[in-house]
């Protein structure tokens, strides 16, 4: 252990520094954070569903739990079960595998049901498609409401969806949102 400290006390503590947010961003960000206090005025559950993606899309949908984005304090969470969700989030192609299992958690998710594909291949198949693995995007098993694309899409990105889709259930259904 004296050794790790001493290593420490040599080398000091290495970290990256923080993301450079430009003014605009940041203001953005803290309009959307108000826009869905507003709109929500309580806690929105997310249950979040990697359906056969490359892990992309879920790295930056974890970055909406850091410091800068803060999901967490506007009451939005992501939970375990389907049974507990206001909203599912989708990424990546389904593949043949999970087209069951998606429905399964469609079908348990409480009513109203919103649901956000999130990358390009949860919108239209992206560089998978549809072929012998793959049954293309998400909307072909279950309905979507909203469509972020991105390869991945960046956070802000993923919170404007979130919101998107949160307005309109709030609002009148009309057809769906890219």
């Given at each position: ?10 080398n ?7 993301p ?18 507003a ?18 899309c ?9 410091p ?11 939970v ?6 206001d ?7 389904v593949s ?16 109203p ?7 390009d291949?949860?919108?239209d ?6 072929n012998?693995?793959s ?7 279950i ?8 390869c991945?899409p ?25």
């Amino acid at each position: 252990m004296w050794k790790i400290v001493k290593q420490i006390a040599k080398n000091g503590i290495r970290s990256e520094p923080a993301p450079a947010f430009s003014d605009g961003i940041r203001a953005e960000v803290g309009r959307i954070q108000n826009d869905v206090l507003a709109i929500l005025g309580q806690a929105l559950t997310i249950r979040m569903v990697d359906a056969g993606s490359c892990n992309g899309c879920e790295l930056e949908i974890s970055a909406l739990g850091n410091p800068y984005y803060n999901i967490e304090g506007l009451g939005i969470k992501f939970v375990a079960s389907p049974r507990h969700a206001d909203m599912l989030l989708v990424t990546g192609p389904v593949s043949r595998n999970m087209a069951t299992a998606l429905r399964r958690t469609f079908e348990a998710i409480p009513e109203p049901k919103l649901v956000v594909a999130v990358g390009d291949c949860g919108c239209d198949g992206g560089i998978f498609g549809e072929n012998y693995a793959s049954c293309g995007p998400v909307s072909s098993v279950i309905p979507v409401d909203v469509w972020v694309p991105g390869c991945p899409p960046a956070p802000i990105e993923i919170l404007r969806g979130i919101l998107t889709a949160v307005r309109r259930c709030r609002s009148v259904p009309s057809d769906p949102v890219y």
